[in-house]
């Protein structure tokens, strides 16, 4: 997956070699709305997609159809973390701050919006027995 200058996802079959280019190699590709930074996340057949400037998106993982696709979230974010998946829900942290929970599934449906006052998250969420650690530019917070 790539989402810098011509974005591509491509799903490739198992137990090819070489050039695959235009072959029945390729399953499937999507070029609207893939992340640079953030990693996406794989869950229960559904591949989620984050880009950088906030735009969220959840393909069938088997075909690359779109359940939803390149959904705003409830106001302009940045984002170099990637999304984490836990009890399923994904959690979005934000470079503003805010830590983003949206339901994963089918439909796209926002659950929170929690917001830490001056913190701007860059890495990723990490989540250990129950809590899940978010590291601030100076902070780090664990969160029961």
Known sequence: ??????????????????????????AWQNQKGNSYTPSPVLHDGKLYLLTDSGMLSCLDAKTGKGFYQQQRLPKPYNFKASPVGVNGKLYLASEEGDVIVVKMGETYEVLATNTLEGQTFIGTPAVADGEIYLRGQNTLFCIK
């Open 1 to 26: 997956m790539s989402g810098f200058r011509n974005p591509n996802l491509m799903a490739v079959k198992l137990g090819r070699e070489g050039d695959l280019t235009g072959t029945d190699a390729i």
